[in-house]
């Protein structure tokens, strides 16, 4: 089954991380941008819609929002239900990382995987450079 995959976000925020991808793991195929209230009048309903018009119905779609509760997220929210859709949101470079990685993966391995490197993605270096220093100190 192909899968396609939507980025989607408020303003630039979809483009900006995508070409991130770009520079690091090249161009990868069936990546649908959704960059939303960029332009006076959009709907965010219409583009969205648009662009599920350009994914085959038998494709699996892995949508990615940039915030839970916000409006691009609550309209792709509509979709859940429809056989092969899965929704994240959250939206960050490690996890786009490892989803075009493992791209091969089951959809629910796949996510499962985001979601438990997810966990240990956020770091504060501080703490983590005095943590490594306290150890070079007990030596």
Known sequence: MERHYILASHGMFSQGIYDSIRIILGEKKHV???TAY?????????????T????????????????????VNNELMKYI??????????????????LFLFSDEDADKLIR????EAK???????ETVKGISSQEDEF
């Open 38 to 50: 960029v332009k006076d009048g959009q709907d965010i309903s219409d583009l969205i819609k648009e």
């Open 32 to 34: 649908h941008l959704i």
């Open 81 to 98: 239900g429809k056989e092969h859709f899965h929704l994240l949101t959250g939206m960050n470079l490690p996890m786009l990382m490892n």
């Open 52 to 71: 599920m018009k350009k994914i085959p119905t038998d494709a699996e779609i892995i949508a990615c929002t940039d915030l839970f509760g916000g409006s």
């Open 113 to 116: 995987r985001l979601f438990t």
């Open 120 to 126: 240990t993605g956020i770091m504060y270096c501080n």
